[in-house]
Nanobody
Framework: QVQLVESGGGLVQAGGSLRLSCAAS???????????MGWYRQAPGKQRELVAE???????LYAESVKGRFTISRDNLKITVYLQMNSLKPENTAVYYC????????????????WGKGTLVTVSS
């Protein structure tokens, strides 16, 4: 199996920044099969939604609402994915989940094989 562990969440004022990290561990065979990784979030009372995804080759996909403010990146050697969040807004408050896919599709549409437990990001006004 593969475990994804997120870190970096917390409380920040509007306009501030946070950097989330997510490290994969577990079966080397399964870790080496990971292709696309991503970040999703779920705000209170809302459905989980895409924030950003990144392929093994570094291609990226962002939700329209975060373009220009959030940056996703990954370290393939460390099997770690990052999310740099700048100019945070109160509406960005949510639990942020790291996810990984072993599928062959470039973008997953949320169809991920592995999910982290999430890290809470709270943006105060």
């Amino acid at each position: 199996q593969v475990q994804l562990v997120e870190s970096g969440g917390g409380l920040v004022q509007a306009g501030g920044s946070l950097r989330l990290s997510c490290a994969a561990s577990g079966s080397i065979f399964r870790i080496n099969a990971i292709n696309t990784m991503g970040w999703y979030r779920q705000a209170p009372g809302k459905q989980r939604e895409l924030v950003a995804e990144i392929t093994r080759g570094g291609s990226t996909l962002y939700a329209e609402s975060v373009k220009g403010r959030f940056t996703i990146s990954r370290d393939n050697l460390k099997i770690t994915v990052y999310l740099q969040m700048n100019s945070l807004k109160p509406e960005n408050t949510a639990v942020y989940y790291c996810a990984a896919s072993t599928g062959g599709s470039r973008w997953t549409g949320g169809n991920m094989d592995y999910w982290g437990k999430g890290t809470l990001v709270t943006v105060s006004s």
